[in-house]
């Protein structure tokens, strides 16, 4: 009996050749078309090219336009846009934006400022960048300082997971960068 524990070891000892190791960590692939953008056709005091994925959508409040609504269906978001006509207040305004990023300070791990100007299209605006798991992570404004201001803010229908949301995030923030820089006033 002796003998057969002895193969026995000598075989299981010799029998794996493989080294096994643990797998690395795997991160999700997530493709989206490449955007192809057209004109927005609303009648508004204002213009943009949008993202043919996106779904668009107005309001107005007593006959005068109020705002648009960007909706992602296939990556569950949305973009709401709102626009305010300035008279003598877009201090106020541009201070209400911010106020409003600042509400994510503490949740956020990180809000960066991308400041936008184009003088020849008379255009001015701020696009902030919110990292972490907060509930917006996008939010931009754009004026023109006399006449016109819109504001936005990119939210998620889920909970803020944003590991789970961030090429989706990368996504649609390139949408709205697109955005500011194709925006026109009428």
């Not at 057209?38 to 005068?64: H, Y």
């Not at 961030?166 to 500011?180: F, G, R, T, W």
Request: with cysteine.
């Amino acid at each position: 009996m002796k003998p057969f524990v002895v193969i026995l070891c000598v075989i299981m000892c010799f029998a794996c050749n493989e080294i096994h190791v643990p797998k690395p960590k795997a991160f999700l692939s997530l493709e989206y078309p490449k955007a192809s953008y057209s004109e927005s056709q609303l009648g508004l005091p204002f213009e943009f090219e949008i993202n043919q994925l996106a779904e668009l959508s107005f309001s107005k409040k007593n006959n005068t336009p109020q705002g648009v609504t960007l909706r992602y269906p296939t990556l569950k978001a949305s973009v709401f846009i709102n626009y305010k006509r300035v008279d003598d207040n877009v201090e106020k305004y541009i201070s209400d934006v911010r106020k409003m990023t600042q509400k994510h300070v503490q949740v956020a791990d990180e809000i960066s400022e991308r400041k936008y100007e184009d003088p020849t299209h008379n255009l001015y605006g701020m696009f902030f960048e919110l990292k972490g798991n907060v509930a917006s992570q996008s939010q931009f404004y754009a004026t023109d300082k006399k006449n016109h201001f819109v504001s936005g803010a990119l939210y998620f229908e889920s909970k803020p997971n944003y590991d789970s949301i961030l090429p989706a995030v990368n996504y649609i923030q390139k949408d709205l960068k697109h955005l500011m820089e194709s925006l026109r006033w009428k």
